[in-house]
Nanobody, 129 residues
Framework: QLQLAESGGEMVQVGGSLRLSCVISGFASELYSIGWFRQAPRKEREPVGCIETSDNTTYYRNAVSGRFMIFGDYAKKTVYLQMNNLQRDDTALYSC??????????????????????WGQGTQVTVSS
């Protein structure tokens, strides 16, 4: 049974940094895409960014581009979300996800088009002024 577990969330001041971890356990043959998502109170979940594990290609939403970075240590079965220059709008529950079944919308293996089907429980990030 593939499982994801996030950690690293905490309260931080505006301008601060955090590194979130997504530990993957139980996967068997292949790891496809890992996506990071967030959901703020009273808002819908939105994608933050993702990494395609086959070639480490990453994508980010515009609001975090240049401030956030996703990278993996696959020997440790862990994908990280490094968040710098945090703003109050970054306050949210952050979750990681993977497309365990290996499905994508279209024929290109692109994490931005992955059909995520396995999710972690999330870790809370709170940015205070």
């Amino acid at each position: 049974q593939l499982q994801l577990a996030e950690s690293g969330g905490e309260m931080v001041q505006v301008g601060g940094s955090l590194r979130l971890s997504c530990v993957i356990s139980g996967f068997a043959s292949e790891l496809y895409s890992i996506g990071w998502f967030r959901q703020a109170p009273r808002k819908e979940r939105e994608p933050v960014g993702c990494i395609e594990t086959s070639d480490n290609t990453t994508y980010y939403r515009n609001a975090v581009s240049g401030r956030f970075m996703i990278f993996g240590d696959y020997a440790k079965k862990t994908v990280y979300l490094q968040m710098n220059n945090l703003q109050r709008d970054d306050t949210a529950l952050y979750s990681c996800a993977t497309n365990r079944a290996g499905f994508y919308s279209g024929t290109v293996r692109n994490c931005g088009r992955a059909q995520y089907d396995t999710w972690g429980q999330g870790t809370q990030v709170t940015v205070s002024s």
